[in-house]
């Protein structure tokens, strides 16, 4: 039996609200727009900021696709879950809710829910590669996302593999 994390739980529901349901409907810019979140591209670090009861995203403008999305999920988390200014915040905080953030971009980019209904190819290499294609992320983002799948949902994993030698893929 399998369990998803609070993480997963909220990525999901809140996909599931905006009518996200599949990996093509993942678009920062319209996740933005449904949450009323303002976008902004500027020559800094991305960041979330809040003002006046409005959340500000603003990413690095020159940021590739991929880096876009995922400045924009671990931003989001910021923006959803975090509030008050890192500035004076302990340095330990800091860390922990970058941690979170961080995390919470993994789930993001590639949702649990979405990743479970695919069919992933056998092998490492070109498990990372199809989510890179599918979920529009980084062979680094990708290969984290795998590792934690992977270790958190082996029992579906390893139906999928029984399932694929079943039918002969293997």
């Known amino acids: 039996m399998s369990f998803t994390t609070h993480t997963e739980d909220f990525i999901k529901k809140l996909y599931t609200q ?3 349901f599949l990996p093509s409907q ?3 810019k319209e996740i933005a727009y449904k949450l ?3 976008l902004y591209y500027w020559e800094n670090p991305s960041q979330a900021l809040f003002f006046k009861g409005k959340v500000y995203i603003f990413l690095k403008e020159d940021l590739n ?3 876009m999305w995922q400045d924009f999920c671990h931003e989001l988390c910021h923006a959803l879950w975090h509030s008050g200014s890192q500035r004076k915040m302990p340095y330990s905080w800091i860390e ?3 941690w979170k953030a961080n995390s919470f971009m993994l789930h993001a980019c590639v949702p649990t829910f979405m990743l479970k209904k695919l069919l992933l190819p056998l092998g490492e290499k070109k498990a990372v ?3 890179c294609e599918q979920f529009n ?3 680094e983002v990708a290969y984290k996302r795998l590792q934690h ?3 958190n949902h082996s029992d579906e994993r390893y139906a999928l593999l029984e399932r694929s030698n079943y039918i002969g893929l293997c």
Do not use: N
């Open 18 to 20: 905006l009518g996200i």
């Open 149 to 151: 799948y992977s270790e």
């Open 65 to 67: 696709e991929q880096e």
């Open 137 to 139: 992320v980084e062979p």
């Open 96 to 98: 922990y809710q970058e």
């Open 26 to 28: 993942l678009d920062f």
């Open 129 to 131: 590669q199809f989510i």
């Open 36 to 38: 009323d979140i303002q």
